[in-house]
Nanobody, 123 residues
Framework: VQLQAFGGGLVQAGGSLRLSCAAS????????AGWFRQAPGKEREFVAA????????NYADSVKGRFTISGDNANNTVYLQMNSLKPEDTAVYYC?????????????????WGQGTQVTVSS
């Protein structure tokens, strides 16, 4: 499956962005999906995950209550709604897909990755 992430940009602290991850090539509804992020000089970290049927979700503690992951299998797209953004949310955000639902996945759990989209939050 091929993934393309988009929707990043520059936003002020307290603002919102919605990232989209569009899939092609295979039936996306057969895959769990997730979002990760990587800030300069830091390791790639888990942000949010959603199961293949889009019923189960999980979030990193740092984004709980502010970010929402959702999926639209009819349109082969997974979203990440980000509200109340903080400067520490600044990073390149990657979407990923894997064949197995893992509640708190590491990057190794996912076989397919999008190219990343930059999110910059100014103070």
């Amino acid at each position: 499956v091929q993934l393309q992430a988009f929707g990043g940009g520059l936003v002020q602290a307290g603002g919102s962005l919605r990232l989209s991850c569009a899939a092609s090539g295979r039936v996306f509804s057969r895959y769990a999906a997730g979002w990760f992020r990587q800030a300069p000089g830091k390791e790639r970290e888990f942000v949010a995950a959603i199961s293949w049927n889009r019923y189960n979700t999980n979030y990193a503690d740092s984004v709980k209550g502010r970010f929402t992951i959702s999926g639209d299998n009819a349109n082969n797209t997974v979203y990440l709604q980000m509200n109340s953004l903080k400067p520490e949310d600044t990073a390149v955000y990657y979407c990923a897909a894997g064949s197995r639902w893992v509640r708190t996945p590491t990057p190794n759990e996912y076989a397919y990755w999008g190219q990343g989209t930059q999110v910059t939050v100014s103070s």
